[in-house]
């Protein structure tokens, strides 16, 4: 059973930096896309960064671009989301998820955590 | 930017059907795929490829993906379905986009 475990929020002042971690147990890691998706308090889901099994490709969604890097440690079965310059519209629950390849030649997520709160405030 | 539409909440009454759709230009051309998030919860997938389910989840839950709407049914409906849905596609542009969400209530 794929079991993914998200530690690394909590609360943080504007500018900041956190860095997220994400475990998983019960698959093969280095065979799946990873990603990070966020949801602000009372609002919906939003892709935030995914990277390919060796790391080699890397997605943001354009709000993100040039202050989150996503990483990962194939050896550890580790991924990571180092987040800079924060501000409080990144308040939010970050979930890590694994992508599967769809038929269609896509991606979506069949597997996610529980999700770690990072609160971005004075 | 690619844009999915979703009804912001549907209700329905126990053991009826409820229709959830998912609008997108030419969505019919994208994989599809939905999200079931229960409160307090994290999203499970239900519904992946337009139309195929992840072992697991009952066949009472259904999609269909044609022209600009994509559907997400689900039948006989109970108590515990209460949850909010999330429609998902792929895109080249914007990688992975998520509709703003609906919000099952059963009567």
């Known amino acids: 059973e794929v079991h993914l475990v998200e530690s690394g929020g909590g609360l943080v002042q504007p500018g900041g930096s956190l860095r997220l971690s994400c475990a998983d147990s019960g698959f093969s890691f280095i065979n799946y896309w990873m990603s990070w998706v966020r949801q602000a308090p009372g609002k919906g889901l939003e892709w935030v960064a995914s990277i390919q099994q060796d790391g080699s490709e890397k997605y943001y969604v354009d709000s993100v671009k040039g202050r989150f890097t996503i990483s990962r440690d194939n050896a550890k079965n580790s991924l990571y989301l180092q987040m800079d310059s924060l501000r409080a519209d990144d308040t939010a629950i970050y979930y890590c998820?694994?992508?599967?390849?769809?038929?269609?030649?896509?991606?979506?997520?069949?597997?996610w955590g529980q999700g770690t709160l990072v609160t971005v405030s004075s | 930017s690619y844009v999915l539409t979703q009804p912001p909440s549907v209700s329905v009454a126990p053991g009826q059907t409820a229709r959830i759709t998912c609008g997108g230009n030419?969505?019919?051309?994208?994989?599809v795929h939905w999200y079931q998030q229960k409160p307090g919860q994290a999203p499970v997938l239900v519904v992946y490829d337009d139309s195929d389910r992840p072992s697991g989840i009952p066949d009472r839950f259904s999609g269909s993906n044609s022209g600009n709407t994509a559907t997400l049914t689900l039948t006989r409906v109970e108590a515990g379905d209460e949850a909010d849905f999330y429609c998902?596609?792929?895109?080249?542009?914007?990688?992975?986009?998520f509709g703003g969400g609906t919000k099952l209530t059963v009567l």
């Open positions: 998820a694994r992508a599967r390849l769809g038929r269609f030649g896509d991606l979506f997520f069949d597997n």
């Open positions: 998902q596609v792929w895109d080249t542009s914007d990688h992975w986009v």
């Open positions: 030419n969505i019919g051309t994208k994989g």
